[in-house]
């Protein structure tokens, strides 16, 4: 019996990079992409941010001191500002003097992001995270839709790539509310930590298909994966880097597993 959600074939799960190959390259830089494209990741997951002046960059944190040689929080910075860093060295990528493709290590634009996607010559998806989305009152999701309007990947329109290999993933319910209602055919996932009480049946906030629980629920609750495919929706699981947590999202039929490391999770299932 397939549940409604679920998609059938010998693929599922499938894998998502987790801000590219990030175990084996510097997380959010077109070097962790490019590897994570070449492993055979179905597809790729990045979180973005708004500069000060306005442009969408991948950067999971506030700031950019953990994963750059610079300081200061993305939402203070202009692009120009964040050109001149390092998003390489602190993982032992080589620096320019070594590295001819500077741009490998560079700050990474969702625009350049989105090109590597259309240019990727295979069907590669995309999952874009939208972080502390309250805070720009709108300007994350209209800037996005935006940009993926620009790439024909809203899933509709006279030259839209249906369906869109991009969706649209947040924590924040609102959020996705503002992505569907400007975007209806663009898919959401609803990105959950814990499962909040209404939702423990199986629904979803309206208008998203896909959850996102973390690997953590499934652990303590495996029957949740059933539970959302009887309601209709697709699960895709995070952070998935441990074989046993492989297995279990293999075994419960998760739709995709996010993870760090794609060519060992791959492996794992079989499909080297
Ligand atoms: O894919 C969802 C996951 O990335 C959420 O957590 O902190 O890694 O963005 P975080
Ligand atoms: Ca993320």
Not at 97 to 126: C, F, K, N, Q, Y
Not at 153 to 182: C, D, I, K, N, Y
Not at 215 to 235: C, E, F, M, S, T
Not at 249 to 268: S, Y
Request: proline content about 7%; aromatic content about 4%; charged content about 25%.
């Amino acid at each position: 019996h397939q549940a409604p959600g679920a998609r059938p074939g010998p693929r599922r799960p499938d894998v998502v990079a987790h801000r590219g190959a990030s175990e084996d390259a510097p997380e959010h830089t077109l070097a962790a992409y490019r590897k994570a494209i070449e492993d055979g990741a179905d597809a790729l997951e990045c979180d973005v941010r708004l500069t000060a002046d306005g442009h969408l960059v991948c950067v999971h944190d506030r700031r950019v001191n953990r994963t750059s040689n610079g300081r200061g929080a993305v939402s203070a910075l202009e692009l120009a500002d964040l050109a001149t860093l390092d998003f390489g060295s602190w993982k032992g990528q080589a620096t320019e003097a070594e590295e001819p493709d500077r741009d490998a290590t560079s700050v990474l634009t969702l625009e350049r992001l989105l090109e590597l996607v259309a240019d990727a010559g295979r069907r590669v998806e995309l999952a874009v995270e939208t972080k502390h989305p309250t805070r720009w009152a709108g300007r994350v999701e209209e800037r996005l839709i935006a940009l993926l309007d620009r790439f024909a990947f809203t899933g509709s329109g006279p030259r839209a790539q249906e369906p869109s290999p991009v969706r649209v993933m947040s924590f924040s319910a609102r959020s996705l509310h503002r992505v569907h209602a400007a975007a209806p055919a663009l898919p959401t996932v609803y990105l959950m930590q814990f499962v909040p009480p209404i939702y423990r049946d199986g629904r979803l906030p309206a208008g998203v298909r896909i959850a996102g629980p973390s690997i953590r629920i499934l652990r303590k609750d495996p029957g949740y994966v059933a539970r959302l495919h009887r309601a209709g929706n697709q699960v895709h699981v995070w952070t998935v880097d441990r074989a046993d947590d492989v297995e279990l999202c293999a075994r419960t039929g998760v739709d995709a597993v996010i993870t760090n490391r794609p060519k060992q999770v791959l492996a794992q299932l079989g499909r080297p």
